[in-house]
């Protein structure tokens, strides 16, 4: 009790610089074993902010999530300060299973507090079983104070907002080699035209094969050519045909969909083009996503299609910067002018509405909670966490990557959308969708791909 | 009072199987005699052809290949597992012992301790229990007689082929409305429930080849069920017990459903196999750490099936063929 409303020695700091250093100093105790006296002794948790959600000792708030270690440790310290100023205690769980195994706890009765889900469909079947319930109408506050409307759009089921967004990633980024652009004179495009021509020269050029690429990963084998797909359904069509297309009010064979996925196969089936230090073109089937890039530190390939998480499969040790090795540049809009970004992310449920259920979603929806997040990853892990929230301070970052990451979701340009494929029924965002772009790429015709998902739509 | 039933009624509730029994009897009785030895030296003459042995070793060799390559690249730095097969290590030998020191770490996220003493926890209570109850339905099933014996016993066969995955929603459901979801409780009682039908099985089936005369005998020297059980019934069955144990065994350490379904994803009740799951890391870039963390989880299985494996063959055969 005394030490949760323990003094505001740093009070009138910025927060975000409060809590940066509260967990700081709380990252530096965990590594001992008694984690527990770093707000007593550093006296930099700045408790202020955590006063109205009131005492909550001897409460107990369950989290469950598909994020396991390493990149777990960042959100146990996240959540630090809160369990520090208001006493209640956090209990995270996480397991690989996740999107199975919440499925069945819910339906069961057995739902934790809050659960971390990635994906909008999974939020709406949960939202189905019946067991989640509304946050409480700060939550709805935050979101539309640091989020756009697309993505509080993505929490909501049926005209009912549930759950404020988390994390985010961004999928519209190629991984290209910093130094071999500059030894090359090539430039960055910033037009799909320009990435033809820029594509063009590297074949010219006659050292390597332009793009490289790698789509086999277990059960989900294909799912980054439907993350292509769905990039270029946003430039050769436009954000508004991608969600007519994603929520199929129109045919997935139709012809918009059809000119994007040649737009993709213009690339990805061009024997001229790939595969860059793997193969032929058929070898994108059998490698696996964590190697398709790997080429490009070799100079074996030049660009990459891959999203912003792609940076921890480079070795330890391999300068990931605007100058370094590697680096990535935004897949650009069809002129210079669009902006669509194509990402993913994930959203806070609750399955309880407890005060202090209710307090730690609502510290999870608040600027304070993504900039101590931010933080915490930048110690433990290097980075490799963003969030779309507006209130994020770039400073807290330390991947060029992220930073790169955050610079376009908070563009203000830049028009948001969801990975299609998380939004699409099971049986095809995450069946035939997979299965059939598989097939595309070791043969299958355009065509028959597109008529055979059109026909598998539930 | 166990002399006059005992004789009216042969202790032999199956019509008709007394005859076989009895000519197991008469065999079983023979063979110390003279079919013996001439039985073990065709056997032995035509189990030892030269071919027959190459063809095992190459069996063998085959067969051991890929775990003796997961056992090179377990000791083979992130690099290397990353970019080369492990076969490389003939040109290119170089070794570590990180892989283990980072999954076995107690300081490490990624350390495996925790889960390895749960496992154990899970193992010895779901191999146990169902061996005892099992052993004494069966001892019912076999030897004592009442009504509708048949059809219980067809029922409880049967439920052999109810999918696990069926029942996991109702099972959970009981167990949260009993308040006992994550917690051991339900991951012992879903593995014996899922065990007893097999044991069962094989255990009355192996009852059912031990002579009735013997039973008998036991009658009219005055021992009740009870004794019967204990002191005759349990120590014949041992081959059967230590192979239905080897199986159970192995099915609960290397079980992930049951465990995760049951006992939620929490670290104080998640067994190893979780942990190996969880391993690779989110997005599965820690995948070179799986081939330690694989053999940290194989040395309890090997210890138990090496030490119990002289039962195993026999208990099977004995148990499920001839039955």
Known sequence: MTRMMSRPRTRGAVLVAGGLSAVLALGACSSDDDGDGGSADGGSTDCADFESYGDLSGKTVTVYAGIVAPEDQPYMDSYKPFEDCTGATIDYTADKNFEQQILVQAQAGNAPDIAIVPQPGLLQQLVATGAAVEPPAEVGANVDEFWGEDWKAYGTVDGTFYAAPSGASVKSLVWYSPTQFADNGWEVPTTLDELQTLTDDIVAKGDNKPWCAGISSGEATGWPITDWMEDMMLRVGDPDVYDQWVAHDIPFNSEVPTEALDAVGNYLKNPDYVNGGIGDVSSIATTTFQDGGLPILDGACSLHRMASFYASNFPEGTDVSEDGEVFAFYLPGKTADDHPVLGAGEFNLAFADRPEVQAFQTYLSTDLWANNKASASSEATGGGWISANKGLDPANLVNPIDKLSVDLLQDPNTVFRFDGSDQMPAAVGSNAFWKQATAWITGQSTKDTLDKIEASWP | ?323
């Open chain 2, 1 to 323: 009072m166990s002399e006059s039933t005992a004789h009216p009624t042969p202790a032999n509730p199956v019509p008709g199987a007394t005859s076989a029994t009895m000519q197991d009897v008469d065999v079983a009785g023979a063979v110390p005699d003279k079919p013996g030895p001439p039985l073990a030296a065709t056997a032995k003459r035509r189990l030892t052809s030269p071919w027959a042995s190459l063809f095992a070793v190459i069996l063998a060799v085959l067969w051991t290949t890929p775990t003796l390559g997961l056992l090179i690249t377990s000791f083979r730095p992130q690099e290397d597992i990353n970019d080369t097969g492990w076969w490389t290590v003939l040109s290119n030998p170089s070794f570590t012992m990180e892989n283990y020191q980072t999954v076995l770490d107690p300081d490490k996220s990624s350390a495996l301790g925790p889960y390895f003493i749960n496992s154990i926890v899970i193992t010895i209570p779901a191999v146990i229990a169902p061996v005892l109850l099992a052993t004494l339905a069966a001892y019912a099933f076999a030897w004592t007689s009442f009504r509708g014996k048949n059809i219980l016993f067809v029922a409880v066969f049967a439920l052999q082929v109810v999918p696990i995955q069926v029942t996991l929603l109702p099972l959970l459901t009981l167990y949260v409305d009993a308040g006992i979801s994550g917690t051991f409780w339900a991951i012992w009682i879903s593995h014996t429930a899922f065990g007893l039908p097999l044991a069962v099985f094989l255990m009355h089936n192996f009852m059912r080849e031990i002579p009735g005369e013997l039973i008998e005998a036991a009658r009219v020297d005055g021992a009740g069920h009870v004794t019967i059980f204990f002191r005759m019934m349990l120590p014949m069955l041992k081959p059967a017990i230590a192979a239905f144990g080897i199986y159970q065994f192995l099915w609960v350490w290397n079980d992930l459903l049951v465990a995760l379904t049951f006992a939620g994803p929490g670290a104080a009740t998640a067994p190893l196999t979780k942990a190996l799951f969880d391993l690779a890391g989110t997005r599965g870039n820690a995948w070179y750490l799986l081939s330690a963390g694989a053999f940290v989880s194989m040395i309890v299985p090997v210890i138990v099936f090496l030490s119990l494996q002289r039962y195993f063959v026999r208990g099977l055969l004995a148990g499920s063929v001839k039955g």
